[in-house]
């Protein structure tokens, strides 16, 4: 199993990036997938579910980032993405992809006018 997240970087409060999380090594369409985020300003440090969606694309959001973000899917791909628009500097945190007890390396968002 695979999991390499892409699309972090450095933006603007008010800006927007797209995540991207290309799988490999299991049958990606069949599972309920989610971003998952960790920030040292987070109590704990611990993680924080973002987004989740579904095999059949029914999804699910944090209350921080509802109106904000989009998860969505592309299983001819084996890809998950995650749109967000109007970050916050609150948002800033390596976004993980993550299906059962598979991870990726993590993607650097930081947003710091």
């Known amino acids: 199993v695979q999991l390499v997240e892409s699309g972090g970087g450095l933006v603007q409060p008010g800006g927007s990036l797209r995540l991207s999380c290309a799988a490999s090594?299991?049958?990606?369409?069949?599972?309920?997938l989610r971003w998952v985020r960790q920030s040292p300003g987070n109590p704990g440090n611990r993680r924080e579910m973002?987004?989740?969606?579904?095999?059949?694309?029914?999804?699910d959001y944090a209350d921080s980032v509802k109106g904000r973000f989009t998860v969505s899917r592309d299983n001819a791909k084996n890809t998950m993405y995650l749109q967000m628009n109007n970050l916050k500097p609150e948002d800033t945190a390596v976004y993980y992809c993550?299906?059962?007890?598979?991870w990726g390396q993590g993607t650097q968002v930081t947003v710091s006018s």
């Open positions: 973002v987004a989740g969606i579904s095999s059949v694309g029914s999804t």
């Open positions: 090594g299991f049958a990606f369409s069949s599972y309920y």
């Open positions: 993550n299906f059962l007890n598979n």
